[in-house]
């Protein structure tokens, strides 16, 4: 079977777990990604300190996007406030 049919086959089959934030993992490394983490959990449940930090999903956004990588303070938001597809 050939690799497109293979996944014509089963992207149907597929639900995406992972929204485009979760997806970034894959291309840094995981310091950058354990800060990420971090910030977001910061951003999620200690609102306060992340404010003090200076930490924003608009701010995030400008970073990741400044450093090559396409991605929505949008999708940002939605991956803190837990609104994506993410499991
Ligand atoms: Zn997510």
């Known amino acids: 079977m050939s690799e497109l049919l293979s996944k014509l086959k089963t992207s149907t ?8 934030l979760s997806l ?7 310091a ?3 800060q990420i983490c ?3 959990e910061d951003m999620r449940n200690r609102r306060a ?3 003090a930090k200076g930490y924003s999903c608009s701010w995030l956004g400008r970073i990741l996007r400044e450093h090559g990588f ?4 949008n999708t940002i938001q939605r991956h803190v406030r837990k609104n994506c597809c993410c499991e």
């Open 32 to 34: 950058e990604w354990d």
């Open 38 to 40: 971090l910030i977001v």
């Open 70 to 73: 396409l991605i929505s303070d």
């Open 24 to 30: 970034l993992e894959d291309n840094l490394d995981a």
């Open 49 to 51: 300190e992340a404010k």
């Open 13 to 20: 089959k597929t639900r995406q777990t992972r929204c485009g």
